[in-house]
């Protein structure tokens, strides 16, 4: 049998020896493009909180008041405007305020407002924190840029355990540890140097290190600084790591013991004149002291607990050591209810004021003249 042989003007292609190679080109560049994107997309993403740290510094820089727009996660649940991605930010005046992180060094606080509301920034090492008071219309919230998180991250303060916070706030009895009243201490700052500043020590203990310290205090700074008399300054320090101190056993058993045991630690450590009355000491922790104690101070006295329970529990201990009092807090209405920071009994229903009544202002203020 015969085979014919077909010629053809056109050589034979391998399909083998050609598409191989373009499939393999294909795949290549399709990975290329996707290693392309991805690497955008994250350059973008980092940028958005570096961008708002290196904006802010900048602004700053060249003088107070400013304003710049701030990067935001969209469809952010604080915000009623949720689809929109940058925040308003003003910044008008600088605290004079000194707060030291033990491990991060001495931090910058601002003033200013954010899409309108009230706001205090703290600026320190490689993070920009901002709290925003957006109520009694909204929850407050806390926005933290931090160089080493590709996003912003935006914290809505609200209580934790609503049944189980400033209800269950206590005072000790007057058979603990005895503490001077605001007449004493009054008389001894009339017999003595006076030094004129007034200094907060924060004891972080070890099992609060996660804890978002700055939605529990640097807003309640700001309430302190506007009350500070003329010529008198303020520093808050804040202490990590000390054996004794951020390691004691609070949990469990009578808490006025555990905080007259916390208190011997402390004055051991820190030394203090029996009539100094401007250093207070907190041992700020991430649960309550025992099944319905979140936290403990002395009235008008420099030593208390504060657990992190609620983004007002700090605030209310010091507003005791400060001579604030449950009964001169206040609910405040507009456009909603709120509560003043000394309500010895929190509802539901009610927001957090983040303020202290007019009544414990006055107190507080007299109390540092």
């Given at each position: ?70 990067d ?24 004079p305020?000194?707060?030291v ?14 899409d ?10 490689d ?10 219309h ?22 934790q355990?609503t ?53 529990h ?24 790591d ?17 905080l ?103 107190l ?6």
């Amino acid at each position: 049998m015969h085979h014919l042989a077909v010629s053809s003007p056109y050589p034979m292609r391998s399909t083998c020896s050609v598409d191989a190679p373009r499939s393999r080109f294909a795949a290549a560049r399709a990975t290329w493009l996707r290693v392309c994107l991805l690497l955008c997309l994250l350059t973008a993403a980092g940028s958005s909180v570096a961008s708002t740290i290196m904006h802010f510094d900048a602004a700053v820089a060249r003088g107070l008041p400013t304003g710049l727009r701030g990067d935001l996660p969209p469809q952010d649940a604080a915000r009623a405007d949720a689809m929109r991605a940058a925040a308003i930010i003003h910044v008008d005046t600088r605290m004079p305020v000194k707060l030291v992180y033990s491990n991060d060094g001495a931090a910058a606080l601002y003033r200013g407002k954010v899409d309108g509301y009230p706001a205090i920034f703290t600026r320190y090492a490689d993070r920009l924190d901002i709290f925003v008071n957006a109520a009694p219309h909204a929850n407050a919230y806390n926005i933290s840029y931090t160089a080493q998180q590709p996003n912003p991250e935006i914290r809505v303060l609200t209580p934790q355990d609503t049944s189980e916070n400033i209800d269950h706030i206590v005072l000790t009895p007057s058979e603990g540890p005895r503490e001077s009243t605001t007449v004493e201490r009054r008389k001894a700052k009339a017999e003595s140097r006076d030094t004129r500043e007034l200094i907060f020590s924060i004891f972080i203990h070890d099992d609060a290190k996660n804890v978002a310290l700055n939605d529990h205090l640097s807003w309640w700074i700001g309430l302190i600084e506007a009350l500070l008399p003329v010529g008198r300054t303020m520093t808050v320090d804040i202490h990590k790591d000390l054996p004794g101190i951020t390691d004691f056993a609070y949990a469990g058993g009578d808490a006025n013991e555990k905080l007259r045991q916390w208190t011997a630690r402390v004055r051991t450590q820190f030394p203090q004149d029996p009539f100094d009355f401007d250093n207070k000491f907190l041992l700020f922790t991430a649960n309550r002291m025992n099944s319905s104690t979140a936290g403990l101070a002395h009235q008008g006295g420099n030593y208390g607990f504060a657990s992190s329970r609620s983004h007002q529990i700090l605030a209310h201990e010091f507003g005791h050591m400060l001579s604030a009092t449950h009964e001169n807090a206040e609910v405040r209405y507009n456009g909603w209810w709120c509560e003043t920071i000394m309500f010895a009994t929190a509802l539901d229903l009610r927001s957090n004021c983040y303020d202290y009544a007019d009544a414990n202002k006055k107190l507080i203020r007299s109390y540092l003249e």
